[in-house]
């Protein structure tokens, strides 16, 4: 719509996309002053764009119209045309753009209510209208110089606006890229943090190592040049080469190769684990932070209740209807409910990081799922729902490890072998050939025994392990079930009766106090219990979601 006013305005295709250029130069100053402040795009700072984006263009109005006037009146010189018009539109420039930056500035430093609406929007406007009003000046008469028809262009001043063009790119900041990140749902940050967790990709990593360690299953010992030259039988020198190779009976190849496929396994499990972690936390932290936004509504909702509340208690004060200790009390409550809301907001501050980190992205990260949602229960509620942990795996493949280790120790105490061929030459006479196999028994196999014993041990270990890791997962799975009876009776007592109740005490109390019904006191007690009933309710969602969460955990889900 602006562009097609242009055109009417100017009738020229070329000058109504100069003036436009004011848009995307004050978009620079809009973006940056939002990243300056840590602000995230929203519907309010959308509408400051819009209000921005008039005053910009309106600048350019200005300054086009000023050229084409001095065009008519006869000034052909392109460069003059310019400074001259620069000149004598620049205070009507920075004016128009001073008067409106200056009075958003009461909106842009609010802490009244509707700041959170008013903020983004003046922000977005004074920060613009700063970089369009001083980019407007230099860039669009460069573009105008460019692109006109009258006058060739001078290389030099080509090679000087491009260079500013360029100069205007950078001011760009690049975290507004992260600004347009769309919100995650669950799905996507569980996907997210599977992909880029460092964990993740450690516990990865070791399962490709062991996957390369199965090559060593068969290592054969160092193979035994030998090599002798000298009087040994008569004054005659000679000669004798020789080569030895040890090695084991096959089957014990075949045990180390077992070993390490139970190695394998067991990377593979510490990978499951890791992985089930990870989503149990991901799954905890984004719950969290969305029970973080419903508070920081319920507070909100708050905080208008009593805002009303101080402004009819300052009214009602100013016209001699009540004391002022009703107003202080009112003002109070107020305050109050301000410093509660910058506790929630520096929780979901925090929770936000956790999931950044989590997930391992650098970009501020926003969730879809604002609305606190109650999870359902899918599993038995008996202990054996546990075998499926996989943590409990986990450790289940230690022993199996253990009884590979332990039988691969055993075999050991069979028989070694070696093969040997021998070259030499006697009295100088070559040719004597010959070849050699050897047997390794081991008469001496005390150190090789406590190796086995340790082995045997070290199953004794991991299976204690097991039984300790399976006692506590059931024992934390218990208490779990308990919190989960003790959170739905819960909340089905404020489904059926408490949220209604809620409702009906702010709505009668409202009414009851507006009519001068009930004082400031019975008022105030009657709001703190209404919201107080809200936020248990909030309470005992949240931790009903994270008992949901870790009974998930503890089944394997």
Same mark, same amino acid.
Request: charged share 20%; net charge positive; hydrophobic share 40%.
């Given at each position: 719509?602006?562009?097609?006013?242009?055109?009417?305005?100017?009738?020229?295709?070329?000058?109504?996309?100069?003036?436009?250029?004011?848009?995307?130069?004050?978009?620079?100053?809009?973006?940056?002053?939002?990243?300056?402040?840590?602000?995230?795009?929203?519907?309010?700072?959308?509408?400051? @764009?819009?209000?921005?984006?008039?005053?910009?263009?309106?600048?350019?109005?200005?300054?086009?119209?000023?050229?084409?006037?001095?065009?008519?009146?006869?000034?052909?010189?392109?460069?003059?045309?310019?400074?001259?018009?620069?000149?004598?539109?620049?205070?009507?420039?920075?004016?128009?753009?001073?008067?409106?930056?200056?009075?958003? @500035?009461?909106?842009?430093?609010?802490?009244?209510?509707?700041?959170?609406?008013?903020?983004?929007?003046?922000?977005?406007?004074?920060?613009?209208?700063?970089?369009?009003?001083?980019?407007?000046?230099?860039?669009?008469?460069?573009?105008?110089?460019?692109?006109?028809?009258?006058?060739?262009?001078?290389?030099?001043?080509?090679?000087?606006?491009?260079?500013?063009?360029?100069?205007?790119?950078?001011?760009?900041?690049?975290?507004?890229?992260?600004?347009?990140?769309?919100?995650?749902?669950?799905?996507?940050?569980?996907?997210?943090?599977?992909?880029?967790?460092?964990?993740?990709?450690?516990?990865?990593?070791?399962?490709?190592?062991?996957?390369?360690?199965?090559?060593?299953?068969?290592?054969?010992?160092?193979?035994?040049?030998?090599?002798?030259?000298?009087?040994?039988?008569?004054?005659?020198?000679?000669?004798?080469?020789?080569?030895?190779?040890?090695?084991?009976?096959?089957?014990?190849?075949?045990?180390?190769?077992?070993?390490?496929?139970?190695?394998?396994?067991?990377?593979?499990?510490?990978?499951?684990?890791?992985?089930?972690?990870?989503?149990?936390?991901?799954?905890?932290?984004?719950?969290?932070?969305?029970?973080?936004?419903?508070?920081?509504?319920?507070?909100?909702?708050?905080?208008?209740?009593?805002?009303? @509340?101080?402004?009819?208690?300052?009214?009602?004060?100013?016209?001699?209807?009540?004391?002022?200790?009703?107003?202080?009390?009112?003002?109070?409550?107020?305050?109050?409910?301000?410093?509660?809301?910058?506790?929630?907001?520096?929780?979901?501050?925090?929770?936000?990081?956790?999931?950044?980190?989590?997930?391992?992205?650098?970009?501020?990260?926003?969730?879809?799922?604002?609305?606190?949602? %109650?999870?359902?229960?899918?599993?038995?509620?008996?202990?054996?729902?546990?075998?499926?942990?996989?943590?409990?795996?986990?450790?289940?493949?230690?022993?199996?490890?253990?009884?590979?280790?332990?039988?691969?120790?055993?075999?050991?105490?069979?028989?070694?072998?070696?093969?040997?061929?021998?070259?030499?030459?006697?009295?100088?006479?070559?040719?004597?050939?010959?070849?050699?196999?050897?047997?390794?028994?081991?008469?001496?196999?005390?150190?090789?025994?406590? %190796?086995?014993?340790?082995?045997?041990?070290?199953?004794?270990?991991?299976?204690?392990?097991?039984?300790?890791?399976?006692?506590?997962?059931?024992?934390?799975?218990?208490?779990?079930?308990?919190?989960?009876?003790?959170?739905?009776?819960?909340?089905?007592?404020?489904?059926?009766?408490?949220?209604?109740?809620?409702?009906?005490?702010?709505?009668?109390?409202?009414?009851?106090?507006?009519?001068?019904?009930?004082?400031?006191?019975?008022?105030?007690?009657?709001?703190?219990?209404?919201?107080?009933?809200?936020?248990?309710?909030?309470?005992?969602?949240?931790?009903?979601?994270?008992?949901?969460?870790?009974?998930?955990?503890?089944?394997?889900?």
């Amino acid at each position: 719509m602006l562009f097609i006013l242009l055109f009417f305005t100017f009738k020229s295709v070329k000058q109504g996309l100069l003036i436009y250029t004011a848009i995307p130069l004050s978009t620079i100053g809009g973006v940056f002053a939002l990243w300056l402040r840590d602000m995230p795009f929203s519907i309010s700072a959308g509408v400051g @764009f819009i209000a921005l984006f008039g005053v910009a263009v309106l600048n350019g109005i200005v300054l086009i119209a000023e050229f084409n006037h001095l065009a008519k009146e006869g000034v052909e010189d392109i460069y003059e045309r310019v400074r001259r018009g620069t000149k004598t539109r620049l205070r009507p420039v920075i004016m128009t753009a001073a008067v409106a930056a200056f009075g958003f @500035f009461p909106m842009a430093f609010s802490t009244s209510a509707g700041a959170e609406v008013q903020k983004p929007l003046a922000t977005v406007v004074i920060g613009g209208l700063i970089t369009a009003t001083l980019l407007t000046l230099v860039v669009l008469p460069a573009l105008y110089i460019l692109f006109s028809e009258k006058k060739k262009i001078k290389p030099m001043n080509i090679t000087a606006t491009i260079i500013i063009l360029l100069f205007t790119g950078f001011l760009i900041p690049q975290k507004i890229f992260a600004q347009d990140n769309k919100p995650l749902t669950l799905d996507e940050a569980i996907k997210i943090a599977l992909q880029n967790n460092p964990q993740i990709k450690s516990a990865t990593l070791e399962v490709e190592q062991q996957n390369v360690l199965q090559k060593t299953s068969f290592d054969l010992p160092k193979t035994n040049f030998s090599i002798l030259k000298g009087q040994y039988n008569s004054e005659l020198k000679d000669t004798y080469f020789g080569i030895t190779q040890d090695f084991y009976l096959p089957v014990v190849y075949v045990h180390q190769g077992l070993v390490q496929k139970q190695n394998i396994a067991l990377s593979k499990k510490n990978l499951a684990v890791t992985q089930t972690e990870l989503i149990r936390n991901v799954k905890s932290v984004y719950y969290q932070l969305s029970f973080g936004m419903e508070k920081l509504k319920l507070l909100s909702y708050q905080d208008s209740i009593y805002k009303k @509340f101080s402004d009819v208690a300052e009214l009602k004060y100013k016209t001699g209807e009540t004391s002022y200790l009703e107003k202080l009390s009112a003002q109070s409550k107020y305050q109050e409910i301000q410093i509660y809301k910058k506790q929630v907001e520096a929780d979901i501050r925090i929770e936000q990081q956790e999931l950044q980190k989590l997930l391992n992205v650098q970009q501020p990260i926003s969730i879809a799922d604002t609305k606190l949602q %109650k999870q359902t229960l899918s599993v038995n509620t008996d202990t054996s729902a546990i075998k499926q942990n996989s943590l409990l795996a986990y450790y289940n493949q230690k022993i199996s490890l253990a009884n590979s280790q332990f039988s691969l120790e055993k075999k050991k105490l069979l028989p070694d072998f070696s093969l040997g061929y021998f070259n030499q030459s006697l009295d100088n006479v070559k040719g004597f050939k010959g070849y050699q196999f050897g047997i390794g028994i081991p008469v001496f196999s005390w150190c090789q025994q406590a %190796k086995i014993q340790a082995t045997k041990i070290s199953i004794l270990i991991a299976q204690s392990d097991y039984e300790n890791e399976q006692n506590t997962l059931r024992t934390l799975f218990n208490q779990q079930l308990q919190e989960y009876q003790k959170n739905i009776e819960m909340l089905n007592y404020y489904d059926s009766i408490g949220l209604k109740q809620s409702d009906e005490i702010l709505k009668a109390s409202q009414l009851a106090y507006t009519k001068g019904e009930i004082g400031y006191v019975e008022y105030i007690q009657n709001i703190t219990q209404a919201i107080s009933i809200k936020s248990e309710y909030l309470n005992s969602l949240n931790q009903f979601n994270q008992t949901i969460i870790i009974i998930n955990y503890l089944t394997g889900r």
